[in-house]
């Protein structure tokens, strides 16, 4: 039994899994409205802003397509 087995439990590894998603999921959407305002308010596309999005959407679809495959 490794270290990190024997401190944290089932619950705890749950809860972090839990709150990391919705934390991802909330900052594309923030960053999604920041890209939204400074399209339709400043008219300016910001690039840097529509990289981060596509980057959280990647890395979250890229990790449960490989958790359905590992299961």
Known sequence: M???ARVFDERFLHHRLRSTSLAGI???CVAGGCFLWSYYVDHVLRWDLFAVILT???VKWALMAWSLTRE
């Open 56 to 58: 959280m959407v990647a």
């Open 26 to 28: 909330a900052g594309a």
């Open 2 to 4: 490794t270290f990190f």
